[in-house]
């Protein structure tokens, strides 16, 4: 992966940065910047893409561990400005797989919509989308929430390569 940074290896699975990746977090920082933002959001900005794209990394590891579970190996986890790649060795054999394999990203990021929307709950925030990104620190939270949740949506549109592009071939194959 000579274009890409590699990040480590977790689970043993070799983690990547593609260099793309740099000019998203330039852009957007500029992007703050040049609109009056000040420092202080373009940072938050930052922030909050680092944190989604930590969120893409469960989600990417989701489908690898799932996959694992049915012998099939993870070549390794790229992450695009346009979000992460888990490259399976090979398509699982049974559709079941296929589909427990595919289910499993937006899955991941369920379970971190719930996590973090419960967490706003029960502190007494809100988890209603907020209005912009240099807000106090709550609104970072209820950003993550609601990035998550889109997350699950987008990712689970019937359109292949997307998860549930994945999931409609294994649902079609039954």
């Known amino acids: 992966m000579g274009s890409s940074l590699r990040l480590g290896r977790i689970a043993g699975i070799d983690v990547f940065l593609h260099w793309t990746f740099g000019l998203l977090l330039v852009g957007a920082f500029a992007f703050f910047l ?3 933002q000040g420092v ?3 940072a938050a900005a930052l ?3 680092l944190a989604v794209f930590g969120c893409v990394v469960l989600h990417e590891f989701g489908h690898a561990l799932t996959a694992r579970r049915y012998d099939v190996p993870t070549k ?3 992450l695009y400005p346009i979000g992460g790649v888990a490259r399976l060795q090979r398509i699982p054999e049974a559709p079941t797989q296929e589909l427990l394999i595919a289910i499993a990203g937006p899955a991941v ?3 971190l919509a719930l996590l973090i929307g419960g967490g706003l709950l029960a502190l007494g925030q809100s988890i209603t989308a907020p209005t912009g990104l240099g807000e106090p620190l709550g609104h970072f939270w209820a950003n993550l929430f609601w990035v998550n949740v889109l997350l699950v949506g987008f990712n689970l ?3 292949f390569p997307m998860d549930g ?3 409609l071939r ?3 194959a039954y």
């Open 109 to 111: 990021n369920v379970a």
């Open 76 to 78: 390794d986890i790229t």
């Open 47 to 49: 922030l909050l893409i």
């Open 157 to 159: 549109l019937p359109a």
């Open 170 to 172: 294994a649902l079609l």
């Open 40 to 42: 202080a959001t373009a």
């Open 165 to 167: 592009g994945r999931v």
């Open 34 to 36: 040049v609109n009056g």
